[in-house]
């Protein structure tokens, strides 16, 4: 009986030896080294997190801006006053690691401060595109007004009307089909949200020397907006 407690007792020491050996032979990270890890997961890319195109339908989905917010974003819709391009935050921006700091810990679109970013990578090259108050109510509650000032600021464009070059989007019912000389404009719909998103980034995947912008609803329209990008693109 003795020498059976005392194989008890060997094995219980035996093991606690073994996870006090284990502990003290982690490796311990100093606070300079913490900090350069820090700093070195900043700035690796974002995998798997990357969008092909703005999405209403999902990314505008409880990101609720304050209540003053939206009532100067439906003063701006009412009198008109409001771009629907998206500003772009890029990694020169004093407030990019920041926001992809917020991006990462979403896993998906945000708002901060009203404004509503999306992160988007071309070809190794990763920015933020953000929404203002004043667009995302447009975008979510009057689709056919953004797409009006969307055919408005086409038609700003300084340049001639062109035959349509870059795709039909045959998969896709049209409804309209407009060309400039650097930028088309595609307003189409389709019964399936998802079949728009597939078939847009099968697009962008066969058109790398094109910029794509695509916003899509939950009516299944989609207003695309592409354009020729500038030779030296990928130097940028």
């Avoid at 801006?65 to 629907?84: F, R």
């Avoid at 979403?106 to 920015?127: C, L, V």
């Avoid at 689709?143 to 039909?168: M, S």
């Avoid at 058109?207 to 207003?223: F, K, Y």
Wanted: proline share 4%; net charge negative; glycine share 4%.
């Amino acid at each position: 009986m003795r020498l059976r407690y005392l194989s008890i007792l060997l094995a219980v020491v035996v093991i606690l030896v073994g996870l006090r050996w284990s502990y003290f032979a982690q490796p311990r990270q100093t606070p300079e080294a913490l900090a350069a890890s820090e700093a070195m997961q900043a700035s690796k890319p974002v995998v798997g997190l990357s969008q092909s195109h703005v999405d209403v339908n999902d990314a505008l989905q409880g990101l609720k801006p304050a209540q003053s917010e939206l009532n100067h974003s439906l003063d701006s819709v009412k009198d008109n006053q409001i771009e629907t391009e998206l500003n772009i935050v890029d990694p020169s921006s004093k407030d990019y690691l920041r926001l992809l700091a917020l991006y990462r810990e979403k896993q998906g679109p945000f708002m901060d401060e009203g404004i509503a970013y999306f992160y988007k990578d071309d070809n190794g090259n990763p920015y933020f595109l953000a929404s203002s108050p004043a667009l995302n109510e447009l975008m979510s509650n009057d689709p056919d007004h953004y797409i009006e000032l969307k055919v408005e600021e086409f038609n700003r464009i300084d340049e001639a009307y062109t035959d349509n070059w870059g795709g039909e989007f045959d998969a896709l019912n049209v409804n309209f089909h407009y060309c400039k000389e650097s930028t088309c404009l595609v307003r189409a719909n389709h019964e399936s949200v998802t079949f728009v998103r597939e078939y847009l980034a099968q697009f962008e995947a066969q058109h790398s020397e094109l910029d794509v912008t695509a916003t899509t609803m939950a009516s299944g329209d989609v207003v695309v907006l592409y354009k020729k990008r500038t030779p030296n693109w990928q130097d940028d």
